[in-house]
């Protein structure tokens, strides 16, 4: 079999896998674990065979034309470079073990059907857009993984957060993907075609007239779907959902599309100076401001929440500074330990009953519950807070060294002005990433109080998952010397001075939490939460529908009651009730568009009801009345119609004698 006939399988098998789950999942339900598991493990072998025939090789393309457009036209291409491979193989391993982990996770959930088979058709998306060769069919695999992320994300419908969180992401991620359709259409215009190979060309070339318009136009999209800011809101609320779902947007799928997308077109956005300033721009309020809020969280799924939006700024600031390499290797990186992170917070949650880090720390002993989840989360955190010789240091240090050669007006084409605002809020974030990793760990895994419920070991299917995702996270690093020859050439090796830099960073961020930890820690036994566990007996999927729905009540806006053993609000001090709410931007949002919006609605339906349909009831009522007055008039009676009769003719005579007299 030819290396494209395979990689065409990849996204057809979950394709084939999702549309055989939904047509069969409730009259056959003993098929649907299989149709959920075994397509998209077939397709992530299929990708690393691709990957492994592919290698750092030449770029393969293959091209059918799809329809005829009349103007510019639009193929069914296929593209495969060292980029698109290695994506292709995160997407697979991390679906697949999604789909494992779920089988446990949600084995009694009535609509497990319709899940597993929206994951499928999840996956079969993303592998579109990172295969894809043309830029509208790239997007109908961008707009696919929307509205899955609406079901998926709103899988608990029950509670008003996942109705609420589901909309939410849907509504902000379209407001991202108008801009984003424009600029394709203008990009097209200006190239001639939709193919990416082509536009690439037209750009080398100088054959794109308006290169900042189209990237501005392009980067809302990309803001919208791996929620930077503005747009980067709906990914905590996306929290509602399950975790499994919850691994999959963050690590693999929809959140990775746009870094991906902009690493693809990057030559376009190089061409415009003011483009890439604006990207640094972006990457740097992102990376300082997801970190902040992460570390006032006290969900523990919004802390990873958070967490990943911070992780994002760092690919698209790697971006911003031309190295595309740095970027992407970022991304698989990230995309092994977040998924590890996200799955084992599931196992954390079903354990201790709640989501809540507060309620956590006043727990003994939940580390010796759940041995699995403890040492594989552990090596997943000092991956995320970049601590050597983890993945997450290789590929973050590969971020900020490319962020330092563009500072020091190194890399052509790249304005100065971008590197250091990178560099600056890489530094920065790195030392707030290890205190809220810490804090974290500290807080779920060394609480002192009442022991922790012991219902058994984690499903071993749960168990099982997390050790496979511990080995990316724990040795993904090494393969920083053999990346460039998959990339563009360019050195992803550590340099010595962002090194020492960030290292230094995050022994400092994790030195100072474990100092307020220990300041605070003592206070716990001592203040009483009036925490209610949801029962921690119950499928795992149950657990975590009753932490959702009750941790408000349960905890309180914890946003602002003032529990003094969290060691974030006691280092964040009056920043933390502002960072806990995410800088307020849900307000800020609501006072400029929301309100404005629904009161442009309510005059609408006034006008519509009040004036519109005024004319509308008098065009009826006008005639009605006059058919009243002449059915008064029809008596049935044949004298009093002759004598009208007559009198219309004497009054007609007259008349015609009075203008002929002239009077």
């Known amino acids: 079999?030819?290396?494209?006939?395979?990689?065409?399988?990849?996204?057809?098998?979950?394709?084939?896998?999702?549309?055989?789950?939904?047509?069969?999942?409730?009259?056959?339900?003993?098929?649907?674990?299989?149709?959920?598991?075994?397509?998209?493990?077939?397709?992530a072998v299929l990708a690393v065979v691709v990957a492994w025939r592919q290698g750092g090789g030449e770029a393969l393309d293959a091209a059918t034309r799809l329809t005829p457009t009349g103007s510019v036209p639009i193929d069914l291409a296929l593209h495969l470079d060292g980029f698109a491979v290695l994506v292709a193989v995160l997407v697979g391993v991390v679906a697949t073990c999604v789909q494992v982990y779920s089988t446990a996770y949600l084995r009694d959930d009535p609509r497990y059907p319709s899940y597993a088979a929206l994951v499928s058709l999840f996956t079969a998306a993303m592998l579109l857009v990172v295969y894809s060769g043309d830029l509208m069919v790239l997007l109908v695999g961008w707009e696919i993984m929307g509205i899955c992320s609406y079901f998926l994300v709103g899988h608990y419908w029950e509670t008003e957060a996942a109705r609420s969180a589901s909309l939410k992401a849907f509504l902000v991620t379209k407001l991202g993907d108008v801009p984003f359709l424009i600029g394709i259409?203008?990009?097209?215009?200006?190239?001639?075609?939709?193919?990416?190979n082509g536009i690439l060309t037209a750009v080398a070339s100088g054959g794109i007239d308006h290169p900042t318009l189209i990237a501005l136009l392009l980067l809302a999209g990309v803001a919208?779907?791996?929620?930077?800011?503005?747009?980067?809101?709906?990914?905590?609320?996306?929290?509602?959902?399950?975790?499994?779902?919850?691994?999959?947007?963050?690590?693999?799928?929809?959140?990775?599309?746009?870094?991906?997308?902009?690493?693809?077109?990057?030559?376009?956005?190089?061409?415009s100076a003011a483009a890439l300033v604006v990207l640094a721009v972006m990457a740097a309020v992102t990376m300082a401001g997801s970190a902040l809020a992460a570390l006032a969280q006290d969900d523990i799924k919004r802390v990873l929440a958070y967490s990943?939006?911070?992780?994002?700024?760092?690919?698209?600031?790697?971006?911003?500074?031309?190295?595309?390499?740095?970027?992407?290797?970022?991304?698989?990186?990230?995309?092994?330990?977040?998924?590890?992170l996200f799955l084992g917070a599931g196992v954390i949650i079903h354990a201790a009953g709640t989501n809540s880090l507060s309620a956590m720390a006043r727990m003994g002993g939940l580390a010796k519950r759940i041995p699995d989840a403890y040492w594989t989360m552990t090596v997943a955190l000092l991956a995320l807070a970049a601590?050597?010789?983890?993945?997450?240091?290789?590929?973050?240090?590969?971020?900020?060294?490319?962020?330092?050669?563009?500072?020091?007006?190194?890399?052509?084409?790249?304005?100065?002005?971008?590197?250091?605002?990178?560099?600056?809020?890489?530094?920065?974030?790195?030392?707030?990433?290890?205190?809220?990793?810490?804090?974290?760990?500290?807080?779920?895994?060394?609480?002192?109080?009442?022991?922790?419920?012991?219902?058994?070991?984690?499903?071993?299917?749960?168990?099982?998952v997390l050790w496979i995702l511990f080995l990316p996270t724990l040795g993904l690093g090494l393969a920083a010397g053999k990346l460039p020859d998959w990339f563009d050439g360019g050195s992803l090796t550590p340099?010595?001075?962002?090194?020492?830099?960030?290292?230094?960073?995050?022994?400092?961020?994790?030195?100072?939490?474990?100092?307020?930890?220990r300041r605070t820690a003592a206070l716990a036994a001592r203040t009483p939460l009036g925490a209610v566990a949801a029962d921690p007996d119950a499928a795992p999927y149950v657990s975590e529908e009753e932490t959702i729905a009750t941790h408000e009540a349960a905890y309180g806006d914890i946003a602002a009651a003032p529990d003094p053993t969290d060691p974030g609000r006691a280092l964040l001090g009056p920043l933390h009730?502002?960072?806990?709410?995410?800088?307020?931007?849900?307000?800020?949002?609501?006072?400029?568009?929301v309100r404005p919006t629904r009161a442009a609605a309510r005059l609408a339906r006034f006008l519509d009801r009040e004036v519109v349909e005024t004319y509308v009831r008098g065009a009826g009522t006008a005639p009605r009345l006059l058919g009243a007055a002449v059915r008064r008039a029809q008596t049935g009676?044949?004298?009093?119609?002759?004598?009208?009769?007559?009198?219309?003719?004497?009054?007609?005579?007259?008349?015609?004698?009075?203008?002929?007299?002239?009077?």
């Open 1 to 43: 079999m030819s290396t494209t006939t395979t990689a065409v399988l990849v996204p057809l098998l979950p394709f084939l896998g999702a549309l055989a789950g939904l047509l069969t999942g409730r009259r056959a339900p003993g098929f649907v674990r299989p149709l959920a598991v075994l397509p998209t493990a077939a397709a």
């Open 185 to 196: 259409l203008a990009l097209a215009a200006d190239a001639g075609t939709f193919r990416i």
């Open 224 to 271: 919208g779907k791996s929620a930077q800011f503005p747009l980067h809101t709906w990914l905590p609320d996306a929290m509602a959902g399950p975790t499994p779902v919850s691994a999959l947007i963050h690590a693999a799928t929809m959140v990775a599309a746009g870094v991906y997308f902009v690493a693809r077109l990057l030559p376009l956005f190089t061409a």
């Open 308 to 340: 990943t939006v911070g992780q994002l700024g760092y690919m698209t600031g790697a971006l911003a500074v031309g190295n595309r390499g740095a970027a992407v290797f970022h991304l698989v990186s990230h995309g092994a330990f977040k998924a590890l």
């Open 387 to 464: 601590i050597p010789p983890f993945s997450g240091f290789f590929s973050k240090e590969a971020v900020l060294g490319a962020a330092e050669h563009a500072a020091a007006g190194d890399t052509p084409g790249i304005p100065d002005a971008a590197g250091w605002l990178v560099l600056a809020a890489g530094l920065l974030t790195a030392l707030l990433t290890a205190a809220y990793a810490f804090r974290l760990w500290l807080m779920a895994f060394r609480g002192k109080g009442t022991e922790a419920p012991d219902h058994g070991r984690q499903p071993a299917a749960m168990n099982t």
């Open 495 to 517: 340099t010595l001075t962002t090194s020492v830099l960030s290292t230094g960073c995050a022994l400092a961020g994790a030195i100072v939490m474990y100092a307020a930890w």
């Open 577 to 593: 009730r502002h960072a806990a709410s995410g800088f307020h931007l849900d307000a800020v949002y609501a006072a400029l568009f």
């Open 637 to 663: 009676n044949v004298q009093t119609y002759l004598s009208a009769l007559l009198a219309g003719a004497v009054v007609l005579t007259v008349a015609a004698v009075l203008v002929a007299t002239g009077a």
